[in-house]
């Protein structure tokens, strides 16, 4: 059996290592294809350490192949996450995706995922967003209206679309749902297996966690961290500097204007974030426009990027190589390990928006670090 994950590992916590070890259970002798997000993530945020790292972390705990998910997908909604995703792993031939969920039912998911195709369902979304209610909340009250379920947390919502590409890509591979065992934001740290955000947190302040992490990511997290915060200058300069903000990805031509005249009062991100927030626009939705904006990433690139161009390997054990070999004979993108295999819009993108990522390293040869992102080769174990 071949089995896809996709993830963010925004830090590798002990949470991700029993679901690694949970594939493992269900499926003796699997081969693990991971789908990692790398420099920007799906909720605005910039990674922790950085996608290298990463992938020695998940390769180190059991992992098979660790591919990274473009920027173009990783920082957008659940649809357009799962889109680029399930595309990657169509083209690996996973049989099963699993992935954690708080309801845990496949059925109910399944459901949801049906309903969400009819066009009662698009006209009660559009109903309640015209009352100023927020897309994620006018798609948890729309699925209670029709179904009576109430569903409501990023991981349950991103589950029902990978389910609804699955159907839509008509591919032949069956989602998985196991029990997702903490809240997902969750700022404080409970038991041993608690929330990325808590440890996040706790991180940010000095913080013992060792205990809430592999001891293999404990050691990388001793390294230069990267938070999303210390974007901020970069980020006031790049607003302060454009003349309209709303060609950049998800940024409304509303919004755009609240964002160029709440930056002169803030002082922080989280400040923000705050003076720019209103009942239509979430704290994840304004993170993800202010991470388009600081990289760029405009509405005219976006209709041009809509499907996965190529298949990026990040790095590979034994029983990964053994299977890239086999899948390379199959796989309609082209399965690549670096800038010099393709020419792709969405590969020149990417190479961008990592070097962006290392522009607020303290290391004195960040150049180093930019340079690397091109040079670099796949991990091997």
């Known amino acids: 059996m071949n089995i896809g994950i996709i993830c963010e590992y925004n830090p590798f916590h002990n949470g991700h290592l029993y679901h690694i070890n949970k594939v493992k259970e269900m499926y003796k002798d699997c081969n693990i294809i991971l789908v990692m997000s790398s420099s920007f993530l799906q909720r605005g ?35 357009t996450f799962a889109r680029g995703a399930i595309q990657i792993l169509k083209n690996m031939n996973v049989d099963a995706i699993v992935f954690g969920s708080e309801i845990n039912d496949i059925e109910i998911l399944n459901k949801i995922a049906n309903v969400q195709n009819e066009d009662s369902f698009n006209i009660s979304v559009q109903k309640y967003m015209s009352d100023g209610v927020n897309y ?87 390294k230069e961290l990267y938070y999303t915060e210390e974007y901020f200058d970069l980020l006031k300069y790049k607003i302060l500097s454009a003349s309209d903000l709303s060609i950049y990805q998800t940024v409304d031509e509303g919004i755009g204007s609240r964002i160029k005249k709440m930056i002169l009062k803030s002082n922080s991100l989280d400040e923000l974030i705050e003076n720019v927030k209103t009942k239509r626009y979430t704290h994840n939705k304004i993170k993800r426009m202010l991470i388009h904006i600081l990289c760029g990433f405009t509405k005219k690139q976006a209709l041009k990027m809509k499907n996965s161009e190529y298949i990026r390997i990040l790095g590979f054990n034994e029983n990964g190589r053994i299977y890239l070999n086999k899948v390379k004979k ?24 990592s070097q962006i990522y290392y522009l607020v390293s303290k290391e004195k040869n960040k150049n180093y670090l930019m340079e690397l992102e091109y040079k670099h080769k796949p991990i091997i174990k």
């Open 136 to 222: 994620p909340t006018a798609i948890s009250r729309t699925i209670k209206d029709m179904l009576n379920i109430k569903i409501d947390t990023p991981n349950d919502l991103l589950a029902v679309s990978y389910i609804k590409e699955i159907n839509r890509q008509n591919t032949n591979i069956k989602p998985i749902c196991i029990k997702r065992t903490n809240d997902f934001h969750d700022k404080k740290l409970n038991d041993t297996i608690t929330s990325a955000t808590s440890i996040r947190n706790a991180l940010r302040n000095n913080v013992d966690i060792k205990q809430y992490v592999p001891e293999i990511c404990y050691n990388y997290l001793q």
């Open 45 to 79: 945020d910039a990674s922790l350490i950085d996608k290298w790292d990463k992938t020695s972390i998940a390769l180190e705990y059991g992992v098979d192949i660790v591919i990274e998910l473009p920027f173009v997908f990783s920082t957008q909604s659940a649809d």
């Open 330 to 353: 199959t796989s309609k993108l082209p399965i690549i390990t670096g800038y010099s295999n393709i020419k792709s819009d969405i590969l020149d993108l990417e190479l961008k928006v």
